[in-house]
């Protein structure tokens, strides 16, 4: 039940908070309710580790003949970290949220407690069809909030896009198990049959924005730090917890080396983008994209456990990032431990990323990842469009930090403890081939034209062609499913809807008596 006891927390939390609203919307401590209750959540997932692995099983989804399996969760060595993680980002959003100007925003805090509850659920999923549900229900409200937020039909395609692009990512997962199940498989992930490992990785790819490369995130909320930081990267680590799931033997196919292919050059393309982003919240989705396929391609490579450090990076490292809305020196001294998190040096949160057999492609994986960290290191440092924490009240300049520090503190500690990645010493060797890449492209940033944002403006227009390319494919198909809906809806609701609905429902009862024995 301690699964369902952190969930409950946090979904309690945020239904107090809506009471509270309602009863009493000018009450001072609502702030204190949620970090109240994104604490007891954040400590009742680090107990898990007294008990791990254990299971929460819901009744038997029905019909009983189309899922014989039922609706699963588990807490062990592969959800623990995201689990802990998104309960620590959870927290450490709230407790920043005091220097932003919509500080007092009861309804910016129910939904992120609402995602971490929903986020940890879907971390501890252990069979596709519960992962499936969790997806859905995780879309529907990333939906409905960017449609709320966002102004004009171009951005309202925009986010439908990207909806779809994550209900492909479903269809692929279902798809999986279908093909699990013909070869005499059962309908979970440790017993998946070798012929659905690639479809698990395609369907992570496709929410992910790794394969094909596509920017599922491209709208930002208009909470765009606190709120907009838990909307993409739990929903990123949703996503991610699929390829620590897979099999290593599922992954032995013709088509693993294109797959590799590909993530390696969305890595190296989305690592260049972040580097030379203006700014870290308009960089936030090449850093989803490029992180995503250093997870890819260790999950491709048969090392689930780097996977699943890619993705406890991409979410604490981060979040400390996107959440320092504030400048100030020791502050940002301490954040660039993030690096020492990225490095894959003995030790660090991303030691067991090396474990795998990637072969050929070792300088491609060493060249994203120093570009990665070159460019956290540039964000981490960056001062100007900050404010200043001195200007700030004294509890604030206390409780701020506080959030930034519980994330790095949380770095460290998944290094050491808590899962089978922790407490490696992993390719000690790529690791420092690394870190000496990536002090060299922190020297050369100010340096050379063509690694400064500021000054190679030539750059921006080519290097998101592709990307433009693809955006417009896609809104093209967009307007033609908009077409062929409308037709639809006309149809129905025309003169002759009654007819085509009892068509319908002939045809549906027709299928039922075929199908039973």
Not at 453 to 480: F, K
Request: aromatic residues 10%; glycine residues 10%.
């Amino acid at each position: 039940m301690l699964i369902l006891i952190s969930c409950l927390l946090l979904f309690v939390t945020a239904l107090t908070l809506i009471v509270l609203r309602v009863v009493q919307p000018n009450a001072r401590y609502t702030w204190l309710v949620a970090v109240g209750g994104a604490m007891l959540a954040l400590a009742s997932v680090f107990i898990w580790l007294a008990q791990m692995p254990f299971d929460l099983v819901l009744p038997a989804w029905q019909p009983v003949r189309l899922f014989t399996t039922p609706i699963l969760f588990q807490a062990d060595g592969i959800s623990w970290p995201f689990a802990f993680g998104i309960a620590g980002l959870t927290l450490s959003i709230l407790l920043t949220s005091v220097t932003r100007p919509v500080f007092v925003n009861s309804f910016a805090w129910v939904g992120t407690l609402a995602l971490g509850g929903l986020g940890i659920l879907a971390v501890t999923a252990n069979n596709p069809l519960t992962l499936l549900l969790v997806w859905a229900a995780l879309d529907i409200t990333e939906l409905l909030t960017q449609l709320g937020s966002v102004d004009g039909s171009a951005n309202n395609k925009k986010v439908v896009m990207s909806f779809s692009a994550r209900v492909l990512g479903i269809g692929a997962l279902l798809w999986a198990s279908i093909v699990s199940i013909s070869g005499g498989g059962v309908f979970d992930f440790q017993s998946m049959s070798p012929a659905s490992g690639l479809y698990l990785v395609v369907a992570a790819g496709l929410r992910l924005g790794v394969l094909p490369i596509h920017l599922p995130y491209s709208t930002e909320s208009i909470l765009r730090r606190g709120f907009g930081t838990a909307l993409r990267l739990i929903s990123a680590a949703s996503s991610l917890i699929l390829l620590g799931r897979i099999p290593a033997e599922g992954l032995q196919s013709l088509a693993t080396p294109f797959l590799m292919i590909l993530a390696t050059i969305t890595a190296i393309y989305a690592g260049w983008m972040w580097l030379r982003a203006p700014e870290e919240l308009n960089g936030r989705p090449y850093w989803i994209i490029s992180l995503a396929s250093l997870s890819v391609i260790a999950s491709l490579s048969g090392n689930p456990l780097g996977a699943v450090a890619w993705g406890c990076a991409l979410l604490l490292v981060g979040g400390a990032l996107f959440l320092a809305s504030v400048q100030h020196a020791w502050l940002n001294r301490i954040m660039l431990l993030g690096a020492w998190s990225l490095s894959s040096l003995p030790f660090s949160l991303t030691a067991s990323a090396w474990l795998g057999s990637l072969g050929f492609f070792i300088p491609f994986v060493i060249l994203a990842q120093a570009l990665v960290m070159a460019g956290f290191i540039r964000h981490a440092l960056r001062s100007a469009g900050r404010d200043t924490l001195d200007t700030q009240p004294g509890w604030t300049r206390t409780v701020y930090p506080s959030g930034i520090i519980l994330l790095i503190a949380l770095q460290i500690l998944l290094g050491w403890i808590g899962w089978d990645g922790a407490f490696q010493v992993g390719a000690w060797l790529q690791a420092v081939i690394v870190s000496l890449l990536t002090i060299g492209l922190v020297w050369a940033i100010p340096r050379f034209r063509v690694l400064n944002p500021i000054r190679a403006h030539w750059v921006t227009t080519s290097t998101t062609s592709l990307l433009n390319d693809l955006d417009e494919g896609l809104g093209s198909l967009y307007r033609v499913l908009e077409r062929i809906s409308q037709v639809i809806i006309v149809t129905l609701e025309g003169e002759g809807g009654i007819l085509w609905t009892l068509l319908f429902l002939a045809l549906f009862v027709s299928l039922l008596r075929n199908g039973t024995p």
